[in-house]
């Protein structure tokens, strides 16, 4: 029930303000007595595919049947005038789907009209489930990178040597050109592998003070010479994070050729920038706590990943057309990890988009 604590420190006759639910990071709906909805925070909007207004108009109509446990439960806290919650509920949608959470309902200060009802639809176990996985993940990644660069990089000098020498034979048209090519294919590779190498340093690179928004900037340039268009919408208030500049540019880099090869040409890749209150996450040594309150997000309108894989997007060796052979995500999960942040897939079929989420601290 703490996730209630924010919204009682605040006294008053009408719906709370804007701030104080938006600092709350998963989807809270204020409703009255008679359980129709006031206001809500961004997130709620998100999950319900309904803005403030809309819903705060329309209510419940078009989303939750009449006969829904969460209006039942509604009813039911707003009569005993307390606290209560249903873990683990299914909660169907008129439109068919439905989606399992953990609902809490109670009021939000002492004699007043209102109720908060909080979706969590992730438990915190499950945060640090998802947490050991993503770190799971990023080992195998580093595993799989020594040894692609121990079996493969090595016979890259013997290849090379054999095309030096061809190019030097003078007989046979076209041999000059063909050895050039191999010459420089052979480079791609060495460099593909040089830069696969660093994800085999268990020490993170060099964390220093950065404009997230000078990163994104990057890869938006780098993106638009492969001819990806990119939307953004960006809170330009942010601090800065501690960030190894080069590895947060590849991840970026590598999540929004993914969105664009999910999406298509003619699809939508927005990158959304914001802060998040009250977020924390276990260091790597579950001794310590930390903030994660910058977050970036890579959202694109293709399919998503199929249902059986999504829950194991991060793993090394999935394949599916968000990954680059099994592995662009895994290493996204490794340097989510040297950053002391997360990163998580999550599909709105509502709104039908695919959302690649990272979380990262802030500097100082």
Not at 83 to 95: C, N, Q, R, S
Not at 188 to 196: A, F, H, K
Not at 339 to 354: C, K, L, S, V
Request: charged share 25%; aromatic share 4%; glycine share 10%.
């Amino acid at each position: 029930m703490s996730l209630l604590a924010p919204l009682k420190v605040w006294r008053g006759g009408a719906p709370a303000p804007t701030e104080v639910l938006n600092a709350i990071p998963v989807p809270v709906v204020l409703v009255d007595r008679a359980g129709h909805p006031a206001n809500c925070n961004p997130a709620a909007e998100m999950m319900f595919g309904r803005s403030e207004t809309a819903l705060a108009d329309r209510g419940w109509e078009g989303i939750l049947p009449p006969d829904s446990p969460v209006k039942s439960l509604i009813a039911e806290a707003a009569q005993a005038g307390s606290e209560l919650g249903a873990y683990g509920l299914e909660i169907a949608f008129v439109d068919g789907t439905t989606r399992d959470a953990d609902v809490l309902v109670g009021p939000i200060a002492e004699n007043n009209d209102f109720l908060a009802v909080v979706f969590q639809r992730r438990s915190v176990a499950g945060l640090v489930e998802r947490q050991a996985d993503n770190r799971g993940a990023a080992r195998s990644a580093t595993a799989l990178a020594a040894m692609l660069a121990h079996e493969i990089k090595n016979p890259l000098s013997g290849i090379r040597g054999a095309a030096q020498l061809l190019g030097g034979d003078t007989d046979g048209e076209g041999r000059e050109e063909l050895s050039q090519l191999i010459i420089d294919e052979v480079e791609r590779i060495r460099t593909l592998i040089d830069r696969m190498e660093r994800f085999t340093d268990p020490r993170p690179g060099r964390l220093e003070p950065t404009n997230i928004h000078s990163i994104l900037a990057h890869v938006r340039r780098l993106a638009e010479a492969e001819g990806i268009r990119i939307e953004e919408s960006y809170d330009p208030s942010l601090p800065e994070v501690p960030a190894d500049r080069d590895g947060l540019v590849q991840l970026f880099l590598n999540l929004v050729r993914n969105a664009y090869e999910a999406a298509g040409s003619g699809g939508r890749i927005r990158i959304t920038t914001a802060y998040r209150h009250g977020l924390k996450m276990a260091t790597a040594t579950g001794r310590s706590r930390v903030a994660v309150p910058i977050e970036v997000c890579v959202i694109d309108d293709g399919p998503g990943a199929p249902p059986e894989i999504a829950d194991n997007l991060f793993d090394a060796f999935v394949s599916s057309k968000r990954g680059i052979g099994g592995l662009g995500l895994a290493l996204a999960a490794k340097v989510a990890a040297d950053h002391q942040g997360h990163i998580e897939y999550a599909r709105d079929d509502r709104a039908g988009e695919t959302v690649l989420r990272l979380l990262l601290p802030k500097a100082g």
